[in-house]
Nanobody
Framework: QVQLVESGGGLAQAGGSLRLSCAAS????????MGWYRQAPGKQRELVAA???????NYADSVKGRFTISRDNAKNTVYLQMNSLKPEDTAVYYC???????????????WGQGTQVTVSS
């Protein structure tokens, strides 16, 4: 079974920085993509950033130029470096990945449990 575990959330001041980490573990044969979603109170969950197996990245317009997604393939870990944080970045951030395991023959989608990010003014 594949599991995603997030870390790095917490409280930051506006203009500050945080780095989120998400480590995938289990019988992993390949990872098609990894990314970060976030959900603020009363709002829908939205894609923040994603990185594909080839290294290409996508970002939500609201975080372009401030957030950077990266991946350590050797450790099956994805990171989200968040700089110049704004109060509107406050949300629960969820790691997401499409992963092929040795148990299943086709890719499956996995979610982490989420980590709270709070940005104060």
């Amino acid at each position: 079974q594949v599991q995603l575990v997030e870390s790095g959330g917490g409280l930051a001041q506006a203009g500050g920085s945080l780095r989120l980490s998400c480590a995938a573990s289990g019988r992993i044969s390949g990872i098609n993509a990894m990314g970060w979603y976030r959900q603020a109170p009363g709002k829908q969950r939205e894609l923040v950033a994603a990185i594909l197996s080839g290294g290409s990245t996508n970002y939500a317009d609201s975080v372009k130029g401030r957030f950077t997604i990266s991946r350590d393939n050797a450790k099956n870990t994805v990171y989200l470096q968040m700089n110049s944080l704004k109060p509107e970045d406050t949300a629960v951030y969820y790691c997401n990945a499409d992963i092929t395991s040795s148990y299943y023959g086709s890719p499956r989608n996995y979610w982490g449990q989420g980590t709270q990010v709070t940005v104060s003014s």
